[in-house]
Structures are given as C-alpha cells and as structure tokens.
Nanobody, 123 residues
C-alpha cells in the first residue's frame, strides 16, 4: 500500500512564501515522477509543477519564476517552494506520484494522489 503524506499548507499573505512537502511511502521500487496539482473551488484540477526521475521539471505558466519544485530521492519526498504568492494561488494542492511498486513477485506501475493540503493567500 502506498501513502503520500503532504504538509506545509496554510495561510500566507500576498507576496509571502510557503513550502509544501510530500513524502511517499510503501513498496516503492522507483519513482518515475512526482508533482503538484491544485484545484480551486469551481475550477478544474491543474498541474502546478512536476519533476521526473531524471530531474526534468515543468511548471504552469502562472507559477514560473515564483515556484520551485525539488526532490530528495533518499526520502522519496518532493517539495514545492512557493514565493511571491498571490491570492489566485489559493487552492487545494495535491501531490501526485507516478510509481513503480513491488507486490509479491512482480512489479507494477501506478499513479497515486495525496489527500491535499489547503493553501490560502490573503490580499
């Protein structure tokens, strides 16, 4: 069984910073990619940032230059440093992981989501 445990959300003022963390645990053989998505009320879930096993990153245009995604392979953890926050960054942020797992005598690939962490930015 896989768990993605997120932390670091909360309330920030416009222009402030927050750092999100997401730790993956379970019978993980390898991590293809991890990322952060967000969903605001009445809107669809959207990609914020993603990092692959090779270290390649991609960001939503709206967060480029303000947010930085990074990872700690030894801890199976991904981070999202969010600077220069804006009220429009307010949303539920979800961690996503594309994993290769071990089950009994075989491996399989699957996609997992965290429970979400709320980010609220006041103006």
């Amino acid at each position: 069984q896989v768990q993605l445990v997120e932390s670091g959300g909360g309330l920030a003022q416009s222009g402030g910073s927050l750092r999100l963390s997401c730790a993956a645990s379970g019978s993980i053989v390898s991590i293809y990619a991890m990322g952060w998505y967000r969903q605001a009320p009445g809107k669809e879930r959207e990609l914020v940032a993603r990092i692959t096993s090779g270290g390649s990153t991609n960001y939503a245009d709206s967060v480029k230059g303000r947010f930085t995604i990074s990872r700690d392979n030894a801890k199976n953890t991904v981070y999202l440093q969010m600077n220069s926050l804006k009220p429009e960054d307010s949303a539920m942020y979800y961690c996503n992981a594309d994993l290769l797992l071990l089950s009994i005598s075989r491996t399989f690939r699957n996609d997992y989501w965290g429970q979400g962490t709320q980010v609220t930015v006041s103006s």
